[in-house]
Nanobody
Framework: QAQLVESGGGLVQAGGSLRLSCAAS????????MGWFRQAPGKEREFVAG????????SYADSVKGRFTVSRDNVKNMVYLQMNSLKPEDTAVYYC??????????????????WGQGTQVTVSS
């Protein structure tokens, strides 16, 4: 049974940084994409960044390009989201997810089959 556990959320001032971690276990994630999503109150869950487990290809939402970086540690089975230059609009619950990867990293939440419990990120102005 695949399991994802996020950590690293918290409260930070605008302009600050946080690094989220996702511990993946329970299966091999070869041929999988690992995605980071977020959901703010009253809004739909949205794609933030994704990473192809096998070759490390990445994909980002336009709203976070140049500020966020997704990476992995294949040995430790960890996925990270480094978030810099944070803005109040980045405030949300952030989720780690895993889904089978075809030709491209999926951005639709419905294409991900395993989810973590989420971690709160709050950016104050």
């Amino acid at each position: 049974q695949a399991q994802l556990v996020e950590s690293g959320g918290g409260l930070v001032q605008a302009g600050g940084s946080l690094r989220l971690s996702c511990a993946a276990s329970g299966r091999t994630f070869s041929s999988y994409a690992m995605g980071w999503f977020r959901q703010a109150p009253g809004k739909e869950r949205e794609f933030v960044a994704g990473l192809e487990w096998d070759d490390g290809r990445t994909s980002y939402a336009d709203s976070v390009k140049g500020r966020f970086t997704v990476s992995r540690d294949n040995v430790k089975n960890m996925v990270y989201l480094q978030m810099n230059s944070l803005k109040p609009e980045d405030t949300a619950v952030y989720y780690c997810a895993a889904g089978f990867s075809w030709a491209t990293i999926p951005t639709n939440p419905s294409e991900y089959t395993c989810w973590g419990q989420g971690t709160q990120v709050t950016v104050s102005s």
